[in-house]
């Protein structure tokens, strides 16, 4: 398996576990409280483009105040609404409602209870479904299955993907796909087979690539893990 392979070739620095390095982010602190139930999950990741996550939760408890979160009120509501609250979501508003009606759509079509839907599919169909609904796809998927309890799967979004390639896990890949095979096969192997370990795993990550490990100009002086980070030899992305 290629991303077994990549773990396998990692300049992973000397003492520096997987556990331990999801145990040491304790420190962060300030984590999102994802909604559990699938189609409230689709809508948070369509509910802004790169926003910072206070504004991302404030819009979405907007939405389901004024909307709902039920795919039917959505499709019935005042597209003017709709508009007023994508207009604060980042860029590109219209295609955000677009976004939101669509996903509402796909739900109907199979039978309005996305979370009933999912349950009964197997896995694997499961996770098709979901990359049908917009900006869904493998990672979403994940972490759409995680986080609802339908299957205790690792799941990572780029800030702790990247965290990981730094520490020196895995080098970076050709690919942003092959580098998120190669870091899920990692939770997969070095990690708990617990669905609130790779919670937790997940929200730390990302939490740490967010504040710390960041794409451009990383705070290595304040990670706990910088005395033995294998930074200086992975590829930063």
Known sequence: ?????????????????????????????DLPALPSDPFQLV??????????????????????????????AILAADPALLLSIAERGGMRPLVRVERWQESAAIVLERGGDLAATLRALPVAKARALLKRFPVIGDPGADKILLFAGIDARPSLDPN??????????FPQQASYAASYKAGVTLLSTAGKPDREWLMAAYLRLRAHGKTLCRRGTPLCHACPFDPVCAHAHADQF
Do not use: C
Request: proline content about 4%; cysteine-free; glycine content about 14%.
């Open 43 to 72: 809508l948070w990741d369509n509910i802004g483009a790169l926003i910072p996550d206070e504004r991302r939760a404030a819009l979405f408890a907007e939405f389901g105040h004024k909307v709902g979160y039920e795919p039917g």
């Open 1 to 29: 398996m290629q991303g077994q392979s990549a773990i396998n070739a990692a300049p992973t620095a000397k003492g520096l576990d997987l556990l331990g390095v999801v145990e040491g982010l304790r420190i962060h602190r």
């Open 160 to 169: 702790g993907l990247r965290s990981l390639v730094r520490l020196g896990f």
